[in-house]
């Protein structure tokens, strides 16, 4: 299995862009996990999806943050607009199952606001 | 709320040296993960402890959970390059959500 997929792997954009960063999670896995990870606060859990419903928004941190799961090899995170405090590695993560919480992570995607 | 303290923040070693890296909470975790994370990559599962006491060895590195399941401890024995990374450990209850550390940077130097 080539494992968790994530694109891009690097994103530049200006204040007020869109931003869309996409996943890939394992086959067969059923949960899915987005996290943003920086210096200062480290890994944070932005949502995660079972089956493909949200489950646990709860760490988005503003409105315009969205995420989606359309299918069980598909999810999107989205920044609309995007600021400069947006800037950090994303990551997305999936799971074989709720009960097992190991987690297997993407390469990350790197996003600078600026 | 569930907070995992991880300690040291940072290490920086000689080669050959030994280490210990904690995991410490007030809180009692069914499992407990260990993880490492190079960088420009996304962290790597290392090994998972659940039950209270239990120890792992995976090479050089042994992993332990605490009796009671609210710590855990990485040792290094004759530590190496390639072991330098960033170490997280991560707390698992009864559902979906893992507990992160924030971290332990470790440089092991030539």
């Known amino acids: 299995d080539a494992g968790v997929i994530q694109s891009p792997r690097h994103e530049v954009t200006e204040m007020g862009q869109e931003v869309t960063l996409r996943c890939k999670p394992i086959s067969g896995h059923n949960s899915l996990f987005w996290y943003r990870q920086t210096m200062m606060r480290g890994l944070e859990l932005l949502i995660y999806?079972?089956?493909?419903?949200?489950?646990?928004d709860s760490g988005m941190p503003e409105d315009r943050f969205s995420a989606k799961m359309p299918n069980a090899s598909f999810s999107t995170l989205k920044i609309q607009p995007s600021e400069p405090r947006d800037s950090a590695v994303y990551f997305c993560?999936?799971?074989?199952?709720?009960?097992?919480?190991?987690?297997?992570f993407g390469q990350g995607t790197r996003l600078t606001v600026v | 709320t569930q907070l995992l303290e991880q300690s040291p923040q940072f290490l920086s070693i000689q080669e050959g040296e030994n280490l210990t890296v904690y995991c410490n909470s007030s809180s009692v975790f069914s499992s407990l993960q260990w993880y490492r994370q190079e960088p420009g990559e996304g962290p790597v599962l290392l090994v998972t402890v659940v039950t209270g006491g239990e120890v792992k060895k995976l090479k050089r590195l042994t992993f332990q959970f605490g009796d009671a399941r609210k710590d855990s401890s990485l040792h290094i024995t004759a530590a190496q390059p390639g072991d330098t990374g960033l170490y997280l450990c991560a707390g698992g209850g009864s559902n979906y959500q893992l507990i992160w550390g924030a971290g332990t940077k470790l440089i092991i130097k030539p």
């Open positions: 993560a999936s799971s074989y199952s709720t009960a097992n919480t190991e987690a297997f």
């Open positions: 999806f079972n089956n493909n419903v949200p489950i646990d």
